[in-house]
């Protein structure tokens, strides 16, 4: 076989993992983990909600594609002529799921035996799609009634609601799943365009952890994989001023009490870089804001804000960086108002050295106890093939971030004047 292989070791966790290139183009991440009992393998395509501008080699033009196409088929990948994988599944008793989000989409499955055959059923019907216009009308109706469901859901809409308002022209500002009216121009010569443009396996990435061994999984790959020429794929997206499209959003919707969140619109990044930015944005918002901090105890003891109040993770992709909050507050703008003290004060003064330790310690030791779990190694390399990085980077650039790099962060980086603040209220 025409591969390449590496072993890839971390020098900080002693975790290693086997890097294959296939022949086919596909690469391949396998952690062997003896004494485990349990499997966990993905699938995936640097294939989301995003990617809907491209073209391949010896094409002049971009070609631009409905939004939600990459949901939509996720969706039908699962169906072939025959039957269903899940139906194949439950014959080898693997617990198996699928995901799309902005930047990929993946199809996964988890199981404590029979994880060759499980890993059959994988690799055959990713890799054999099947598409008719019954099937595509079918799912129209369907994807319609989920895209429904979330415009009546709080939390999702105040959450899209914040991107349409930091965001101008990405494609990050759109649903995950589309439009009515935009999967309405899907079909089955689209579906199965996009599948041939995203699902090459130049493109994608298999991570297998857990009880398995290397010699195996190589096997079925080779005798599974269909080999597929480089097509040269290149993206396009529209080009994103650097400020907020709106300050402030208000939306209605039912709700028992007004659910918010604010985002702060940064500049983008790829690669080590966006990684390591996205450490020090995560963990330089916790030591301000997180139910520890003195922010969160005043707003408390105010009324301002209660438990659901949350710093979350970065929200970063090709193109995008933003840092956000969000909860339940009787008057959000005022929480919005209390956060840029906050900030402000810290870009001025500094901030709590020992906490921002603190946190930088607590993530480090979750970081090395998911080591331990199969599910978290196997996703942790699939990340790192998306962001376009080795296995093993995340934890080497956690290891060396300093208090006095996240206040440069802080004060280089987070403007005050770039943020948007989305408001659902009932009427």
């Known amino acids: ?22 022949e086919s183009g596909l690469d391949i991440y396998i952690m062997e983990m003896p004494g485990y009992h349990t499997c966990h393998a993905l699938f995936g395509t640097r294939y989301g909600s995003i990617n809907t501008q491209f073209r391949l080699n010896g094409e002049a033009d971009y070609a631009e594609v409905p939004n939600g196409i990459a949901h939509f088929l996720e969706h039908k990948l699962f169906e072939n002529e025959d039957c269903d994988a899940f139906a194949q599944y439950a014959k080898t008793g693997a617990d198996a799921n699928a995901y799309t989000s902005f930047d990929r989409t993946c199809y996964l499955f988890s199981c404590s035996d029979h994880f060759n055959e499980s890993l059959e059923i994988l690799l055959s019907f990713v890799q054999n799609p099947y598409f008719t216009k019954e099937n595509v009308d079918k799912e129209q109706g369907i994807i319609g009634q989920e895209i429904q469901m979330y415009d009546d859901e709080p939390s999702w809409k105040v959450f899209f609601n914040l991107l349409r308002a930091m965001y101008h022209a990405h494609p990050v500002r759109i649903d995950i799943a589309g439009t009515k009216e935009s999967i309405a121009q899907i079909d089955a010569d689209l579906l199965y365009r996009c599948y041939h443009t995203f699902y090459n396996l130049h493109n994608m990435a298999l991570s297998v952890a857990g009880n398995v061994k290397a010699d195996e999984v ?76 003195a922010f969160y105890q005043e707003m408390t003891e105010q009324g301002l804000i209660n438990s659901e109040f949350s710093v979350d993770a970065p929200f970063t992709g090709e193109g995008y960086f933003a840092i956000t909050c969000g909860g339940e507050s009787r008057d959000p703008e005022a929480v919005r108002d209390r956060i840029f003290e906050v900030i402000a004060d810290a870009k001025q003064n500094g901030f709590d050295r020992e906490a921002f330790e603190l946190i930088r310690r607590v993530g480090y030791g979750g970081m090395v106890r998911g080591c331990e779990n199969v599910e978290v190694n196997a996703t942790r390399m699939i990340n790192a093939f998306i962001a376009g990085i080795r296995p093993f980077a995340a934890a080497e650039i956690l290891s060396s971030i300093t208090y006095e790099e996240a206040l440069a962060f802080l004060r280089e980086e987070v403007d005050l004047d770039n943020a948007s603040l989305s408001v659902i209220r009932s009427k």
């Open 1 to 22: 076989m025409n591969r390449t292989t590496e072993t890839i070791r971390s020098e900080v966790t002693g975790e290693s993992c086997l890097h294959v290139k296939h």
């Open 218 to 293: 190589l096997e079925i790959c080779d005798r599974l994989l269909k080999p597929c020429e480089d097509q040269g794929l290149e993206q396009v997206f529209p080009e994103e001023p650097y400020e907020v499209k709106e300050k402030l959003v208000y939306d209605n919707l039912p709700t028992g009490a007004p659910i918010f969140n604010l985002g702060f619109k940064l500049r983008p990044r790829s690669g080590l870089d966006l990684v390591r930015a996205e450490y020090l944005a995560s963990m330089t918002m916790q030591t301000l804001f997180d139910t520890s901090s």
